[in-house]
């Protein structure tokens, strides 16, 4: 009798072990596998950011000095948006070694302006152009624009006419030096307060951490995916930001070169899923990315 208590204890053990371990499983089994692990997974659906064969990531001061290039490079890291300047007046300590290291490695790289809605465009256009060389962008510059609500010098939250109207301006600039049209970087909230519907003609670079940017960001087709804020990649000491391009590595390399090409470029629709196997041809400074799959791009 000992003996078959024993037994049937031990069954017990065992089946309620199995049930835990498969229920965790089933918690997980829908998110999908990305590049890089990430500490705080979400669960996507379908159209995870690991279906997406180019990642990147996105660095500033916050991200420290003490980085491994080489071993970025090796882990798989496809290109890297590098913080520059801040409003009018401020640059990150870390700018020029991060785009000189990237440079180093064959990271494509690009700089990225942090807008401070408390000082003029053109202000913030010559503090960018007289801190940013030409140099410091493989990839076309970022414009950042996100309410700052920790801000402790800038309350200031235009309407969506002046907000709009700043940011062409300030883009005119700097498209005007540089001669790339630049990416726009935006959140969810501010997107909604002021995007929605415009800039169309313009490359975006869209934070949606918590649900695929299609559920998110209304008729925004982007180029560029910010899916979160706490993955984990080798050669990076703590989280980071990490982000996935829209098409796949075929259309990436043709992105590639085609920053520096004119006027237009014919781009293989086949190469994103779901698309049809036509061609394409979009102006230079068009882009033509779905909002749900990765699409046939051109800059």
């Known amino acids: 009798m000992l003996r078959l208590l024993s037994a049937l ?34 669960d996507f659906g379908k159209d995870h950011p690991g279906r997406h064969e180019v990642h990147g990531i996105d660095l500033s001061k916050w991200n420290g000095s003490d980085i491994d290039w080489p071993t970025l490079k090796k882990s798989g ?35 990225y302006h942090f807008y401070y809605f408390c000082s003029s465009p053109d202000e913030q256009a010559d503090w960018f152009i007289s801190n940013v060389p030409k140099a410091s962008m493989k990839l ?23 907000v709009r109207a700043n940011m062409k301006r300030f883009m005119d600039r700097i498209e005007a030096y540089y001669g790339k049209r630049p990416i726009i970087y935006t959140s969810v909230d501010f997107h909604r307060d002021n995007l929605v519907g415009a800039f169309n003609d313009y490359p975006f670079w869209v934070r949606s951490v918590a649900a695929h940017p299609g559920k998110i960001y209304s008729e925004r087709r982007w180029v ?11 050669g990076l000491k703590g989280e980071t930001d990490i982000n996935v391009f829209a098409g796949t590595q075929r259309s990436w390399n043709q992105y590639l070169a085609s920053i520096n090409t004119p006027p237009s470029a014919t781009v293989a629709a086949s190469d994103a899923p779901g698309q049809s196997p036509d061609h394409i041809i979009v102006p230079a400074k068009a882009l033509a990315y779905s909002n749900n799959e990765p699409a046939a791009f051109a800059q």
């Not at 204890?9 to 499983?25: Q, R, V």
């Not at 560029?224 to 993955?231: L, R």
């Open 224 to 234: 560029f995916w910010q899916y979160t804020a706490t993955g984990v990649v080798p």
């Open 77 to 111: 890291v496809s290109f890297v948006f590098v913080k520059a300047t801040e409003g009018k007046d401020r640059i990150d300590p870390t700018f020029e070694a991060n785009w000189r290291n990237a440079a180093a490695v064959g990271i494509p790289f690009a700089p």
């Open 9 to 42: 204890l031990a069954i017990s053990l065992l089946t309620t072990a199995c049930t835990s371990t498969d229920y965790d499983m089933m918690k997980t089994a829908s998110i999908g596998k990305t590049k890089f692990k990430d500490n705080d997974p979400q």
């Open 140 to 162: 076309p510059p970022v414009l950042d624009v996100e309410w700052n609500h920790a801000s402790k010098t800038c309350k200031l939250k235009p309407d969506a006419v002046t």
